[in-house]
């Protein structure tokens, strides 16, 4: 199991735990079925992170609540 933060949709800013391997994930929502997906990204000045983002989030979205919430 590893750590992972989950960014987009009505988990957005949850922490959770995730077995190692799994990929892609499908939650309920507050909108209906949310699908999540693993990215890896590299942020300045806290280095390499995992994450579940919402399929379908663009990179710069992401990268930029990304940074919103290691603040």
């Known amino acids: 199991m590893t750590h992972v933060l989950y960014v987009g949709g009505s988990k ?4 959770g735990m995730m077995p190692y391997g799994l990929r892609k994930l ?3 929502g ?3 079925i949310e699908i999540y997906v693993e990215k890896t990204m590299q942020l300045h000045g806290v280095g390499r992170v995992r994450v ?4 379908g989030l663009h990179e710069e ?5 990304l940074q919103h919430h290691y603040r």
């Open 12 to 15: 957005d800013g949850t922490r």
């Open 61 to 65: 979205v992401l990268a930029r609540q």
């Open 52 to 55: 579940m983002a919402l399929e």
């Open 26 to 28: 499908q939650a309920e």
């Open 30 to 32: 507050d909108n209906g």
